[in-house]
């Protein structure tokens, strides 16, 4: 929270009361030069108030609400996280259309109109997923990198809302109106394209990688876990903190060569997760009972991604393998997160 009358970054961030919120709202917090208006449709409870300058609660695909905010606050950069993840938007899949797609659309075009008004380009950066990818069978047993432009199939609604967001964002970020304006386009879009993401201090919910994150709690907290894919599952995976601090980068550097950048650590089965966290937990206790439908969704994912045109554009570093990233920072964060419960 900052006391400076008027900083000149000031953030719009949707999906506050999320794991990434949690995360980017403490990460900007110290941050004199930036103020955070954060938005969600729950309240982000106490945690995040300390870390934020403004909260509204309110829908993103209320127009009315957003230009209201957009406009009040002359918002220069949007940080747009509210999203329905893949499992829960199986369940509901117009609904996911509506935030995932409708919201994103709403934001872009709210943020063109306020670009467009006070004559400077609007920052807009949104995670997308691996879960734009569809790998086939023959193409999942090949295992290995997938890059940016491979696979693009996916077969969950929250997939092919993601791979349109990046589509739409390309259009606002670098073609908009080409046919009628001679100006740079309105938004200066970025977007991550995030594997499975493990936060120690806060549970996920609603997502399909969330067999590590579930069973890394339940180590922490002592109960066995079933875990609702088999043992060879494996798909890519970043720490919160990699997650913060690669979207902060993205954010921060100057100009970017593309709109899209993936981004992970390393890759590691369901089996070989359970394999570290033993040496942590003993007593850790996994079976596997695999769901057929989320079994499904999980192996259209690419086992790891192709992260070389971020190290290059922008100097993503990788920052932990598995066993580090449990020793620096998933265990210590999560016995804490346990030991005060
Ligand atoms: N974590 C997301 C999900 O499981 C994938 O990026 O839906």
New binding site residues.
């Given amino acids: 929270m900052h006391l400076m009358s008027s900083p000149s970054r000031r953030i719009l961030l949707t999906g506050a009361a999320g794991e990434i919120g949690h995360g980017l709202a403490r990460a900007l917090a110290d941050d004199p030069d930036v103020k955070v208006i954060a938005v969600d449709l729950r309240d982000p409870g106490k945690s995040i108030r300390k870390d934020i300058d403004e909260l509204h609660m309110g829908d993103i695909c209320d127009r009315g609400f957003v230009d209201h905010i957009v406009t009040m606050h002359e918002i220069t950069e949007i940080v747009h996280l509210a999203a329905l993840?893949?499992?829960r938007a199986e369940h509901v899949p117009e609904k996911a259309h509506e935030v995932n797609v409708d919201g994103t659309f709403n934001l872009l075009r709210i943020a063109a109109e306020q670009a467009q008004s006070f004559g400077r380009v609007v920052k807009f950066t949104v995670p997308s997923?691996?879960?734009v990818y569809g790998l086939s069978p023959q193409e999942k047993a090949l295992g290995g990198k997938v890059g940016l432009d491979e696979c693009l199939r996916p077969v969950t609604m929250?997939g092919a809302n993601k791979l349109y967001c990046e589509a739409l964002g390309r259009y606002y970020g670098r073609h908009y109106r080409s046919l009628t304006s001679d100006g740079p386009p309105p938004i200066d879009f970025r977007c991550l394209r995030?594997p499975?993401?493990l936060a120690a201090e806060t549970k996920p919910t609603g997502?399909?990688?969330?067999f590590v994150p579930e069973m890394i709690h339940a180590a922490a907290s002592g109960q066995p876990y079933e875990c609702f894919v088999t043992a060879d599952t494996r798909i890519p995976w970043m720490t919160m903190p990699e997650c913060v601090e690669a979207t902060l980068q993205l954010l921060q550097a100057d100009s970017v060569a593309q709109c899209v950048y993936n981004v992970a650590s390393f890759s590691a089965s369901a089996g070989e997760v359970e394999a570290a966290l033993k040496a942590h937990f003993p007593d850790l206790q996994v079976t596997y009972v695999p769901h057929e439908g989320r079994q499904a969704m999980v192996h259209t994912w690419p086992d790891d991604v192709d992260v070389s045109d971020a190290v290059r554009d922008w100097g993503y570093t990788p920052r932990w393998t598995l066993q580090q990233a449990l020793e620096d920072y998933i265990v210590p964060a999560v016995r804490r997160q346990y030991a005060s419960t």
């Fill in positions: 993840l893949s499992t997923s691996i879960a929250y995030l499975g993401v997502g399909t990688s969330d």
